[in-house]
């Protein structure tokens, strides 16, 4: 056991790895709210590296529990797409049906980004 574990061990308080541990094995549990805060990680970087590929596999997994907020999320990220390994590309069909879903499920704040992506998508036409 590191310095680092022993002293988490005293206080209580978990390190980073373990964290990242934690939801880790929380997502391959089948909890959706974990598969959603582990997609996110794997979006943004937090605690692992940055990986569309794996981030849309976990948002995915914790959407097909019907999470509002994972919609939400994958619609952001078909939205603006993603950087690091495996960059998902912007996809405005799946951005689109992923936020349509998060505001059918209640999710409000899904209700302003689809109307900003319906205005932005004629705005491009005309």
Do not use: C
């Not at 049906?97 to 705005?123: I, K, V, W």
């Amino acid at each position: 056991m590191s310095e680092e574990d022993k002293q988490a061990v005293v206080t209580g308080v978990l390190t980073p790895r373990q964290t990242v541990d934690l939801f880790a094995d929380a997502a391959k549990a089948q909890h959706p709210m974990s598969q959603y805060v582990y997609g996110i990680m794997f979006v943004r970087g937090i605690g692992v590296e940055q990986d569309g590929q794996q981030a849309v596999k976990w948002l995915n997994d914790a959407a097909d529990h019907d999470l509002a907020i994972a919609h939400y999320a994958l619609g952001v990220v078909y939205r603006d797409g993603t950087t690091g390994l495996n960059e998902i590309a912007p996809d405005e069909r799946k951005s689109a049906y992923h936020l349509a879903r998060a505001s059918a499920l209640g999710y409000t704040p899904a209700n302003d980004a689809l109307r900003r992506l319906s205005f932005e998508y004629t705005r491009d036409i005309q």
